[in-house]
């Protein structure tokens, strides 16, 4: 379409947003949430303070956090009707599947009369959201292997709680594994909230026509499905899998493949849209991973060592040095994740959960700081104008 498309300036405009919750030098592999870098946060705080920050722009007092905490607690269970909707899906069917109807389901309980301009309204989703997520991601599990579902209890702490509604049984007590808990919330806390992602700007977009909270969060959890974005953990240990053992020869063919452009073989969990430098969550993520597998004995754990020598062989690669990929969050976080009991087709519902605390905070920030209708343009490529042709 030569000479036909025109410049417009909106078409900037409208593909850019201003956000003061999150920060990323992808040069430098700098991650901020409200100026605190993320190290500092996933070694000194935990993800309901975390969850205040984003939200709110603050550490919360000792007071605040109390209050905030208990608020959580107060809200983790769901309608007792909720239940029924699982039963439309089929029980093989993927949770991030079930996930995202049940959460577009929320509005049919809780967004009558939601009036999103109130701060106060916005405030009850954004915490019915953050309360209710582990529960609903603990039935999608219950659902698929058959089990009944657990009541939240609030005797325990948001990890402690999620751990319990996932893998407790009414035939016996569930010891809680403090390893486990301390490990689950820190992955919580490194996925809560990465800036324009591709599924917080789905919630943008989503919520930028004025779709209650739910609907939006439901359009998140969609997107994130994806194997290029929230999927890739699920995605590393299928791959893990396929590599099979840590021989040298064996991974630099791995290697290989994922250089070769006919070869559909990526090496999921490397790379980044934004990062050209370590990921900083995935520095955490692997000392979290040494630390579990290490404390449970399982420091020689086969999938562990191919990542190890995995990742070890890509940085020393020239195809992946020149391209500045370097693994992402994703590449450790299923290996934690399967230690800890959590079956893959669960990872990425766990990324959900974590990342319902960013999503509902882009999604407050927007509407409270006044917004438009998202509308992306596009760089035109068709046929320039032509005359339907005459019939004869
Ligand atoms: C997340 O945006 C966010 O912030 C996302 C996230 C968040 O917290 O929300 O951080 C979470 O989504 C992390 C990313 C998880 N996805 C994966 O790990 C999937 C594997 N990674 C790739 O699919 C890819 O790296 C992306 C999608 C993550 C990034 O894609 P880009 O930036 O568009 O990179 P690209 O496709 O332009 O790649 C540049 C080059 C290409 O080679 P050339 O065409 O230059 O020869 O690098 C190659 C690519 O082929 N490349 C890879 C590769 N990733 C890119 N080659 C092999 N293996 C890979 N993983």
Known sequence: AEGFFTYDPGFVATAACESGITYIDGGE????????????????SNFVELSYLLLFGELPSKEEYVNFEKTIRNHTMVHEQLANFFKGFRRDAHPMA?????????????????????????????????????????????Y????????????????????????????????INPVFAKA???????????????????????????????ACISAGIAALWGPAHGGA??????????????????????????KDKDDP????GFGHRVYRNFDPRAKVMKETCDQVLGELGMADDPQLKIAKRLEQIALE??????????????F?????????????????????????????????????????????????????????????
């Open 29 to 44: 592999g700098v991650l901020l949430h409200r100026g605190y870098p993320i190290a500092q946060l996933a070694n000194n």
């Open 98 to 142: 079930i996930l995202c109807g049940v959460v577009g389901g929320l509005a049919a309980f809780y967004h009558d009369n939601l009036d999103i301009t109130k701060e106060e309204e916005r405030r009850v989703s954004a915490i019915r959201l953050i309360a209710k997520m582990p529960t609903l991601a603990a039935m999608c599990h219950k």
């Open 144 to 175: 698929n292997i058959g089990q009944p579902f657990n009541y939240p209890r609030n005797d325990l702490n948001y990890a402690e709680n999620f751990l319990y509604m996932m893998f407790g049984n009414p035939c016996e007590e569930y010891k």
């Open 184 to 214: 689950m919330d820190r992955i919580f806390m490194l996925h809560a909230d990465h800036e324009q992602n591709a599924s917080t700007s789905t919630v943008r977009l989503a919520g930028s026509t004025g779709a209650n909270p739910f």
């Open 233 to 258: 953990n699920e995605a590393v240990l299928n791959m893990l899998d396929e590599i099979g053992d840590d021989s040298e020869e064996n991974i630099q063919r791995f290697v290989d493949r994922a």
């Open 265 to 268: 073989f990526r090496l999921m």
């Open 317 to 330: 690669d020239d195809y992946f040095i020149e391209r500045q990929l370097y693994p992402n969050v994703d």
């Open 332 to 392: 450790y976080s299923g290996i934690i994740l399967k230690a800890i009991g959590v079956p893959a087709n669960m990872f990425t519902v766990v990324f959900a959960v974590s990342r319902t605390i960013g999503w509902i905070s882009h999604w407050n920030e927007m509407i409270s700081t006044g917004y438009r209708i998202g509308r992306p343009r596009q760089l035109y490529t068709g046929h320039t104008q032509r005359d339907y042709p005459e019939k004869n």
